[in-house]
Nanobody, 122 residues
Framework: QVQLVESGGGLVQAGGSLRLSCVAS????????MAWFRQAPGKEREFVAA??????YYADSVEGRSTISRDSSKNTMYLLMNTLQPEDTAVYYC?????????????????WGRGTQVTVSS
């Protein structure tokens, strides 16, 4: 059974950068899609970015200032976020979906990490 553990969150000033990591134990399939979601207080969980095979996909809110990547040799996925803004403040979750197809819906992902808090101060 695959387990996901996020790290790399923290407090950062507006305009700063963070790199989040998600380590997968239990040897996820090389062709499984993985994604980042985030949830701010009082809001629904929303899609941030996804990666599957050689394809990546970003939410409009982060495209152009974020990069998702995956190191299969380390079973680790990353999310580099630049030019962070207070509206990026949320708990960021790593998720895994069996199969190649990228989805932006949380309901399509079977495995979740516990999240890492990102707080951006103005």
């Amino acid at each position: 059974q695959v387990q996901l553990v996020e790290s790399g969150g923290g407090l950062v000033q507006a305009g700063g950068s963070l790199r989040l990591s998600c380590v997968a134990s239990g040897r996820p399939g090389a062709n499984d899609a993985m994604a980042w979601f985030r949830q701010a207080p009082g809001k629904e969980r929303e899609f941030v970015a996804a990666i599957s095979g050689g394809s990546t996909y970003y939410a409009d809110s982060v495209e152009g200032r974020s990069t998702i990547s995956r190191d299969s040799s380390k079973n680790t996925m990353y999310l580099l976020m630049n030019t962070l803004q207070p509206e990026d403040t949320a708990v960021y979750y790593c998720a895994l979906r069996r199969g190649l197809i990228i989805s932006t819906s949380p309901a399509d992902f079977q495995t979740w990490g516990r999240g890492t808090q990102v707080t951006v101060s103005s």
